[in-house]
């Protein structure tokens, strides 16, 4: 099993920054594809990025490329999500997800059905 839970969400003005940790525990399984996804209101959860923690393949969805940035301390057991120049459509609710396998590549990187783990998440809120 494994329990994921996050924190850092909050409120920002656009342009500015926030971090989201993700803090795992559980069996430690040494691979795992983790990621970010996010649901706004009255939308479908999508994926913002993913990595895997045994390596370095990360993967971003267009929409945040070169805002956001996935990270990873394994001697922590936290993935983070460094966010900045926020905008108010990333207003949403994050959540931090998991699942016990290499990371897809592809249209499958962020499909949420892939993910069998998730945490409660945190809101992040961006206003103009």
């Known amino acids: 099993q494994?329990?994921?839970?996050?924190?850092?969400?909050?409120?920002?003005?656009?342009?500015?920054?926030?971090?989201?940790?993700?803090?795992?525990?559980?069996?430690?399984?040494?691979?795992?594809?983790?990621?970010?996804?996010?649901?706004?209101?009255g939308k479908e959860r999508e994926g913002v990025a993913i990595l895997l923690t045994g390596g370095r393949q990360t993967y971003y969805d267009d929409s945040v490329k070169g805002r956001f940035t996935i990270s990873k301390d394994n001697a922590k057991n936290t993935l983070y999500l460094e966010m900045s120049s926020l905008k108010p459509e990333d207003t949403a609710m994050y959540y931090c997800a998991a699942d016990i396998r290499e990371c897809f590549g592809g249209v499958l990187a962020l499909l949420t059905s892939a993910f069998s783990y998730w945490g409660q998440g945190t809101q992040v809120t961006v206003s103009s």
């Open 2 to 41: 494994v329990q994921l839970v996050e924190s850092g969400g909050g409120s920002v003005q656009a342009g500015g920054s926030l971090r989201l940790s993700c803090t795992r525990s559980g069996y430690p399984y040494p691979n795992m594809c983790m990621g970010w996804f996010r649901r706004a209101p």
